[in-house]
């Protein structure tokens, strides 16, 4: 091969340039600052987010965030975004629940362990039957008042550790302590005027009074609470819409 006298083929070095982000939102784990807030005057809408690589890798429409989705002429509430630490179909005999200062990002999933803060949390639910038919909701530093009434705007003295079961009937009951002879809280029942396969229910107190509707919405879990009540109870009520979604989730894995 003929080569050109003083010709020398010299390869272009590229160097690629790094480029760092640096995200300026406040870390998952944070943790949140409480402040005093009066019962809502609208609905609140909550919604579970839906990360990428859930939906299209691990085939499930939801994350681990709980949060309010805007709804026209309401302004959107602040704090009231709920963490939850492990997915719906963890084998983990204990979920925690914490309000966050913010919700994930879709690059931030699959999030580890380090991204919840145990030692800011709302409820710890314990599952006390290998079925997941019954609970325990231990309190934890986020919780707004020790002692919960269902009725809107009052509240018990004594220390509360709810516990929920579901009963013969296939409906939910939330009870105000260790054992479920104890005050009746609230509890589900079908919500028929949704109309969507029996998988919408309604959470009402023994009076009747609704507290809350839960469902989905194309394959995303979804809860209603209505307005006027207190944040004590407004948590409790989301906790144990999460706890439901927990033990559905899991059986529908066992049985898969």
Known sequence: M???AGA???K?????AETTWVRLEPSLSTPLTLTPSAPLSHKLFLVFDNPLSRTLIKRTNFGQFLYPRVQKDCPAPDGYIYQVSHVMETSSPTL???RAVRRAEMDEYPLQLDDFNFTDVLYHATRLRADYQEFELQSGVQTAL???SAQ????ASSPSSPRMHKDWTGNWKVHSNVTISDELLFRTTPDWAAQSDNQDCRW????GILLARSGWDDGTPNMCIEPGLERGLLDLLAACGIVKLWAETALQGLAG
């Open 146 to 148: 020790n002692g919960i």
């Open 96 to 98: 925690s629940i914490r």
């Open 12 to 16: 272009p070095e590229r160097k690629d």
């Open 8 to 10: 020398t083929t010299v």
């Open 2 to 4: 003929l080569k050109q």
């Open 152 to 155: 809107p705007g009052a509240f």
């Open 204 to 207: 009402i107190t023994e009076a």
